[in-house]
């Protein structure tokens, strides 16, 4: 049977799921936890350190959270990971009960959710390609299904749920999060077992951390899919720093009107995720990569440029097609080449990069903002997009990705010797 005949197991359903009522309960802890805070204090800083807080994990322990999760069992971490943020959400809810909340906590409660979902996300995305073996093919299918669920949950219904939830008590969406955590806690311990990868030589965490580390670097392929997300969110944070501003003095769009435009952005996303496999097919899975990643800049441009709210919202939804896709493609292909008992380590390093990024686009908005003119982040994200686009054509190439592919088939099964550098376990690689 043909890996486009076959259906994802039974497991992958339960997975799904899991995350799925996981990813209501972030939308919702999204939308509620600002404006928790924002019953707290009206002080910019401490409202920016609640938000901050959730990424600083990935920025501090990126790495060596992967290099744990190559050393653990990735189910356990998973619900173990889910069951924490269950009970640590409870803190701050009976605080708030009490009436003793205060930004601290939610600081803290932020950096300790960001800290379980850095191990959580990782063992994740360590444990669908052994559950799926490694099929290309049911790989694209499976995160197309999730990264869907996701962004309806997260984007759609969690945060009108989490606003909701706020006006009946400042504690109901913390426990609703709370509860979702356990439910998805509850399902992956149910989902089978997997052999655990073939240990590599007894090293330091370090020493595994930096191995992970120079397996992206060291490889074109995972490099180029690295850099994608890494100069993508450079490219975002500085058009989504300024886009409220954009929006309000360029097009004269209401606070209504902005919640209308992230839902067109958002719209798009959900068609990119499910189109992505059919791109796969049909242009190759590096041409696609490219093609989409070329949409993104082009649609950055058309939103710098749109004279009314109209060209911008579908600029947003055709940006965020590009972004879905992406989303897909990127880590199928990742997860269908990396050796099983890295893979913890190389996803984390490439989130690590791409989170190290979003700060540096944020600040760069604001600055060409406040120094030239409101369009000029949108002109400059779009200019780096199209840029790393060029780049990185050659580095994703089809040819590069069948090369990739051919090579961990040939490899006989996904746990590769670690002691071989990235090219000796590769076919080498196309000029």
């Known amino acids: 049977m043909t890996s486009s005949a076959r259906k994802l197991p039974i497991g992958f359903g339960r997975l799904w799921t899991a995350q799925t009522i996981s990813s209501l309960g972030d939308g919702i802890t999204h939308a509620a936890l600002p404006l928790i805070a ?38 356990r971490t998973m619900w173990v990971a889910d069951t924490a943020r269950a009970v640590l959400l409870a803190i701050p809810a009976a605080a708030a009960v009490l009436d003793v909340l205060s930004i601290p906590l939610l600081a803290a409660v932020a950096f300790l959710l960001g800290l379980g979902g850095l191990f959580f996300d ?56 709370a509860v979702s955590f356990m439910l998805s806690a509850l399902l992956v311990r149910t989902l089978p077992a997997m ?11 370090i020493r595994q951390a930096r191995a992970g580390a120079s397996y992206v670097f060291r490889d074109r392929l995972l490099l180029g899919l690295a850099l994608r997300p890494a100069v993508g969110n450079i490219a975002f944070l500085a058009v989504e720093t300024v886009l409220a501003l954009f929006a309000h003095d360029r097009l004269g769009i209401d606070t209504y009107g902005f919640g209308l435009l992230l839902t067109a952005e958002a719209t798009g996303g959900l068609l990119g995720a499910g189109i992505a496999s059919y791109l796969g097919r049909r242009l190759g899975t590096g041409t696609a990569l490219t093609c989409t990643a070329a949409l993104e800049g082009l649609a950055i441009l058309a939103l710098a440029a749109a004279p009314n709210p109209y060209v911008a919202g579908s600029a947003l ?53 406040t120094t030239y003119d409101i369009r000029t982040p949108l002109y400059a994200a779009a200019g780096l997009l199209l840029a790393m686009t060029a780049v990185t054509a050659s580095m994703t190439s089809n040819r590069r990705v069948e090369a990739a592919l051919r090579a961990a088939a040939a490899a006989g099964g996904p746990d590769r010797p670690a002691a071989k550098a990235p090219a000796e376990e590769s076919a080498p690689d196309p000029l």
Not at 140 to 159: D, K
């Open 195 to 205: 052999p655990r990868p073939v240990p590599e030589v007894r090293e330091s965490l």
């Open 317 to 369: 939804a055709v940006c965020g097609a590009g972004m879905g896709a992406t989303m897909v493609l990127g880590p199928s292909l990742r997860q269908a080449i990396v050796p099983a008992h890295l893979m913890g380590r190389v996803a984390s390093t490439s989130r690590m990069l791409a989170m190290c990024a979003a700060p540096i686009g944020a600040f760069l908005g604001g600055w060409l903002a």
């Open 38 to 75: 924002l019953t707290l204090t009206r002080d910019p800083m401490a409202l920016a350190v609640v938000t901050a807080a959730g990424t600083l994990p990935w920025l501090l322990f990126g790495v060596l959270g992967g290099a744990l999760v190559d050393r653990w069992d990735r189910r």
């Open 122 to 177: 990782t063992a994740a995305t360590a444990y669908l390609p052994d559950l799926l073996q490694r099929d290309p093919t049911l790989l694209e299918r499976a995160n197309s299904r999730l990264r869907g669920a996701q962004t309806a949950m997260s984007g759609f219904a969690g945060p009108p749920a989490g606003s909701a939830l706020l006006a009946l008590g400042r504690a109901v969406p913390l426990l609703t999060d």
